[in-house]
């Protein structure tokens, strides 16, 4: 069923998780991996839509597809902890190197540390079908001095650069974003000193030069940021994105190699108040300058994520209608890019 989606380069509009009196899902994260699944991953927020920080049962749960999204296998629970504790914000990695794909989560056990996150991940060498016992990496990508404060994982995607790399961004309310990774295929992690600033959910991409760009979320500006490291994080050049309106919510970004050229793709709120009216954008000069906003869906959304398919075309899993629906859509990159 199709749902105010608009313009010929979207097809394929099928509504993964529908939110209910018993369940809310939020937090959408999709990957394509190594064989070509797909991964749809999500919160299932029992009872209550409310964030991890006032809900003590939250688990993540799982659609696959093995035919570039036509098709969806049922709904399964990745992680469920027992009533008390909740996972939640679910982000992807695929080290394609090693076949292993990532699956980050931030955890609050409500009864015993009541407001202590921590972070963890799961991960799988099976393109999705099981998955690994939680690994807890909070001593390795935060500080302890941060123990009491508000810092999680970026939900939807983090990347790996041409050498190898994994890189994802982690949120500090208080100490800013600071990018985190692995240099050895997820063995062991890494946070930079660094942070970017303004920002809160970020995404990174690699440009072609190598360099770092961290796009993000700021609360109550109405645009978005960017962030351009040229040293590994060390430092940072950051501005105000003005033709990137926003309202303050989790975007999406990507980078395509589209007919010899590296094209940043860039989804979200094109609106600066509410949420409403998912867009994507397209860069062709490394995110210097953007399109004009193309309109995915014209009524309430919220977060995105989105891969590429191995057809080509791009896939994009997003929250609307109030929450109450995630929709994934197809979007064809050579349509999108004639209108």
Known sequence: ????????????????????????????????????????????RVSSCKDLKYNEDINIVLRRSIDNGLTWSKIKTIIDYPVGESASDPSLILD??????????????????????????VSSIDNGKTWSEPVDITNQISKDSWKNDFKFITSGRGIQTKDGTLLHCLVNLSKGTHVFGSNDNGLTWFITNSPVSPGDESKIVELSDGSWMVNSRVNNLGFRYSHISQDFGNTWISKIVEEVID???????????????????????????IRKELVLRYSDDEGITWSDPKIIYSGEAAYSSMTILNSGDIGLFFEADNYRRNIFTLINIDQLLKQ
Request: with cysteine; proline share 2%.
């Open 1 to 44: 069923m199709t749902y105010n989606l608009q313009s010929q380069f979207v097809s394929e509009n099928i509504v993964l998780f529908n939110s209910d009196i018993n369940n809310c899902y939020r937090i959408p994260s999709i990957l394509t991996s190594n064989n070509g699944d797909l991964i749809a991953v999500i919160d299932e």
């Open 96 to 121: 394609s190197k090693t076949n292993t794909i990532f699956l980050f989560f931030n955890y609050i056990n409500h009864v015993n540390e009541k407001g202590i996150y921590y972070l963890k991940y």
């Open 247 to 273: 309202p303050g919510c989790n975007g999406s970004i990507l980078s395509y190699e589209y007919q010899g050229k590296n094209l940043l793709f860039l989804s979200n709120i094109n609106n600066k108040k």
